[in-house]
């Protein structure tokens, strides 16, 4: 480092060491954790790369230009440190900086502004310090010679959440009846709103918010994956991993941590589906049985995925068995996972393990006692037993049943209903029924533009 480029502590601003390629002298980098963040020089605020981030208008830019400026050294600046100094949690941070929670709150731009000693000439806003001190709003409001009324300060995050998760399970019988793609929209919309409205809360308005942020993250996550796009389900996916976790919610953590398998399961990588599973059970004492049994399915999926005949029947033992003995309750997460359910998700893992014959009778009786509002689903059944048709050398059959899962999965345009009626298609070909192949990949090509 040449005299003439010398930099000096970001805390003392004692001049640094020739070798030391941070912004903190030695004996300040060794005093520990601080809560408060350095007073950097005007040098620093005056740089081009910070009076861009200034200029922007956007608190997120600034703080992520603020960690990575060179004046800290070669590393940027942890996000940990940075989201203590501003009295934020990480992951709140981190999204405020990907520009997901995008922070116009005036009191918390001013917050955010003392915290980091950013000058007061070169902020957007006005920081205040006029000395004038507003009357403080009491809890009702005394209009002259009329009634008392509530003060308009009432916070209404708590009836706000419970209004956006009853739209939230509208979206979700909208999804079992049409598939994903009208949805994802107005659910990617929806869950963005969800996630600045934790920006603008407080008190104990902001716990049901991260909740209902957090499940409308994981809604969107499982719009895209059934339309097809994994990559942007599991980015949701762990953005709602992040939101729960924030909330402190286990069994709603537990719950995406299985959507995460889910996911992979769908990219057919069979050692990070079982991963994310048995991630998911990690403190099974604490789940409730349904959770368990889904969880448990998805680590089934995740041995006939790898080939794993025995490991993936035991699994799918335990799922059914906590299946069976979990009660009827309706604030359960996975109160979907049934016994039944169970025996369908089976067949699928037997037709993976390449033994359809036994996958046949399942299917068969699950579709007979069908329940119409999951019409999406109904057509992805019929994708599998299409293919268990095929697999067992029915070609007949077979083209029949993916003519009805066809007839559906032009609605909902299911991708997952789409690769399964591919696979049926595949293993016609394998079996000798090469018309039968030829006229379902013929029509596939026609009615899954």
Known sequence: MAHGDAQYCARCGARLARDNTTSLCSPCGHTGESNEAPRLSADFWNSDQMRDALASQDMGVVVRVYRRHP??????????????????????????????????????????????????????????????????????????????????????????????LMTLQQYVTTDNLAGPHSLLPIATQQASFAEQLLTESHGHGHAPLLYVAARFAEFTGWLYQDAGDLHTAMQWSNTALDLSQEAGDAHLSSYIRMRKSNIASDARKPDLTIAFARAALQNPGALPPRLKAVALRQEAHGYALAGNYDTCARALDHAFQYASEAPNDDTDIARYCTPSYIEMEAAHCWVELGKPAKALTTLQQGLADWQSDFRRDLGLCLARLAVAHAGTGQPNEALTVAQHSLAIASETRSHRTKHQLHRASELLTTVGAHEHAHYLRHVLRNTLR
């Open 71 to 164: 004046a800290h050294g070669r590393k940027p600046l942890p996000q940990s440190d940075v989201a203590r100094w501003l009295n934020i949690t990480q992951g709140q941070l981190s999204r405020i900086e990907s520009g997901r929670n995008r922070v116009r709150d005036l009191d918390k731009l001013i917050h955010y502004a003392r915290r980091l000693h950013i000058p007061a000439e070169m902020l957007w806003f006005d920081v205040g310090g006029t000395g004038f001190e507003p009357p403080k709003p009491s809890d009702v409001l005394r209009l002259p010679g009329g009634p008392v009324v509530p003060a308009a300060a009432t916070r209404t995050e708590p009836v706000l959440a419970e209004s956006l």
